[in-house]
């Protein structure tokens, strides 16, 4: 993964912001993030129903951390909820903000950069904020819809820091740290918001579905369509064709086609190796069998 342009320990962050419309201000974002020395922006996308924007970023720990408070700096002077209308849930203009461990890191790391990061938000914002997943302070809010429930309008608990109030138009920040995951939405010919939220109940963990699968049903009014909007959180146990077989299981059953897919932000290449096989009925599949992976091995 690393080539000599990048430094290890390795860490990853994917922050999701509350603004999926206006193009200047995902990039004055991505920009923000973008200039901090050693950082790498892999990938910016937008969604003007969801009204959220997702940035992708690599760097060492100290660089990924400044990465992500220059960037939330920026989404807490531009971003206005009280403004802010989308399909998706949200509690702060810079929403969710998890660190993930790459090459030479651990998930401990994560845990203290995730830590660091959430005061040093409070002390130069004034925006409160959450911790989840393995940063979570108890257990009961390690899940991020626990700490997101109520959203900006009516937040059902309190910030781990600061608050309790929350920021009047920059709401709380949501900081984590996790394991890689995928962020995949599959996208049904039907308009009928109802079919994608009993596929989307149908399948999730939460509702006694496939373990390591959250999922909601969100309308696409640009589209014309509806969502079953998913995170896979393991997908080496619940794979990504599994899930993606289940939910085309479950819309044929309602007499609903899929009409595309989607993945937001990056997706480990296993999942797709995985994915390949299964669908090629490859009985002799191995990673071995790919040409980049066998070429790495003799490096």
């Known amino acids: 993964m690393a080539g000599p342009l990048i430094a290890s320990p390795l860490i990853e962050c994917v922050a999701n912001f509350s603004e999926g419309r206006d193009r200047a201000t995902v990039d004055a974002i991505v920009s923000a993030v973008g200039s901090v020395a050693g950082v ?3 990938r910016s996308e937008m969604d003007t129903d969801h009204n959220r924007s997702v940035i992708t970023f690599v760097g060492p720990p100290d660089a990924v951390a400044e990465g992500a408070l220059r960037g939330i700096g920026i989404a807490v002077e531009r971003i206005d909820l009280r403004k802010h209308a989308g399909v998706h849930p949200r509690m702060g203009a810079a929403d969710v903000v998890p660190f993930v461990p790459l090459e030479g890191a651990m998930l401990a790391d994560c845990v203290a950069i995730a830590r660091r990061t959430g005061e040093e938000v ?4 004034q ?3 959450y911790f989840y997943e393995a940063a979570a302070l108890s ?3 390690r899940p991020l819809e626990n700490s997101r429930r109520g959203g900006f309008e009516n937040p059902a608990i309190a910030p781990d820091i600061g608050g309790p109030k929350l920021h009047p138009s920059a709401g709380a ?3 984590g740290a996790r394991k890689l995951l995928i962020a995949f939405n ?3 010919k039907t308009d009928d918001l109802q079919v994608a939220r009993e596929i989307a109940r149908k399948i999730r963990a939460s509702s006694g579905g496939m373990p390591f699968v ?3 049903g969100l309308p696409l009014a640009k589209l014309g369509l509806v969502q079953v909007s998913m995170n896979l959180t393991d997908f080496e146990q619940t794979p990504l064709h599994v899930v993606f077989d289940a939910v085309v299981r479950e819309a044929a059953a309602r007499g609903v086609e899929i009409a595309g897919s989607e993945i937001i932000g990056l997706i480990p290449k296993k999942a797709l190796e995985d994915a390949a096989a299964h669908y090629l009925q490859c009985e002799n599949f191995e990673s071995g069998l790919v040409l980049e992976n066998r070429l790495r091995a003799l490096e």
């Open 40 to 42: 790498l922006v892999l």
């Open 186 to 188: 599959v996208n049904l």
């Open 139 to 141: 257990p009961d809010r």
């Open 173 to 175: 920040c949501i900081i």
């Open 214 to 216: 959250k999922a909601l």
């Open 122 to 125: 409070w002390r130069r914002f």
């Open 127 to 129: 925006v409160p904020v």
